[in-house]
């Protein structure tokens, strides 16, 4: 690859490389400044909200500890999450040795859409080549992981950024690229896509024509994934009122439609948005982790999360029939 070309890309250009570029603890940056220094790692896990600098803190590692590209695997859960897939390529990659570094690592982004059986598997592998080959995995939420890897691994949660933290990095961005810009607009972009990160520094790098960031359209700027949890969100708040049958009847076609014509979607990231979105009721999230947990062994991800949308309707009226409150 080009690397003046990959440079032109914001995203890359400006990612932190350094663990002093990351928002972390006092404790989690003492102990991994030990582990750069030492040249050595145990297993690690982060997990953590999206946008909260695991992938990145992930990479910084494997900068510093890799000096092969023969020595490092990296693969994405939510693409590759089979049984067979850690059978022929992964532990298969383990079993030789390292080419020019200490030691092999494997990184597993998005590990909380590998399945349970998969999963397992690593378990013995972990051990086995435990003098050769670290894993780093990064997840949003630390109960999809097995308990036996977990043990088996030193875990770390990653906060999500502060806003003001990302609305400085934004500026940042810009002043170093010789942007003229309204700062109004830079905290209307970050705060209609959060916690995208990514989707925040191309969408400012899209909308700067002859070093001026142009004038963009609020609506425009809450992406597809926030679109949909705020729907849902907002039939569930109507759980209770006059009006629930009129927002139903908005809500779901509304979904639905988004769902059929924006192939970009990853439907199996909306489960955990809608999760962690703090506006869902309790009794909402529990639909969501049924479903969410369903999403990898069915047919169409499409249905499956359009039957979660139905359950949590019917589940609201009941729920608020039975305790006589309005979430």
């Given amino acids: 690859m080009n690397d003046d070309i990959f440079d032109q890309l914001w995203i890359e250009k400006y990612r932190p490389k350094t663990l002093n570029d990351v928002v972390l603890t006092t404790e989690q940056k003492v102990f991994f400044d030990k582990c750069i220094y030492k040249q050595d ?49 992964i532990i298969e990659f383990a079993k030789t040795p390292p080419i020019s570094s200490k030691f092999k690592i494997v990184f597993m982004d998005e590990f909380d859409y590998v399945s349970k059986n998969a999963q397992a598997i ?30 088996r691994c030193t875990s770390f949660e990653m906060k999500k950024m502060p806003v003001e933290f990302v609305n400085n990095f934004a500026c940042n961005i810009l002043d170093k690229e010789n942007i003229k810009y309204d700062k109004g607009d830079v905290e209307m972009i970050v705060k209609g896509l959060m916690p995208d990160i990514r989707k925040i520094i191309n969408t400012l790098q899209k909308n700067c024509v002859d070093s001026v960031l142009r004038k963009v359209k609020k609506e425009d700027m809450v992406s597809l994934e926030n679109k949909i949890t705020g729907l849902v969100v907002e039939m569930c708040d109507a759980m209770g009122k006059p009006n629930l049958s009129t927002v139903a009847n908005k809500v779901l076609p509304t979904i639905l439609e988004i769902l059929k014509t924006e192939k970009s979607i990853e439907i199996n990231k909306l489960y955990d948005a809608l999760f962690e979105h703090d506006g869902l009721p309790s009794w909402a999230k529990i639909k969501v982790n049924e479903y969410a947990n369903n999403d ?24 608020i029939k039975t305790f006589n409150v309005n979430k």
Avoid: W
């Fill in 122 to 151: 690593l378990r013995n592998a972990m051990e086995t080549y435990a003098r050769t080959v670290r894993f780093i995995f990064t997840c949003n939420y630390l109960y999809k992981v097995i308990d036996p890897l977990q043990s």
């Fill in 41 to 89: 790692i145990p297993h690690l896990l982060f997990y953590g909200p999206p946008g909260s600098g695991k992938t990145t803190t992930a990479r910084i590692f494997i900068k510093n500890l890799i000096h092969s590209q023969m020595d490092i695997m990296i693969v994405n859960g939510s693409d590759t999450n089979g049984v067979d897939f850690i059978r022929d390529n």
């Fill in 296 to 319: 990898m062994s069915c047919f169409n991800q499409t249905y499956n999360f359009m039957a979660m949308c139905y359950d949590i309707f019917k589940t609201g009226i009941l729920f």
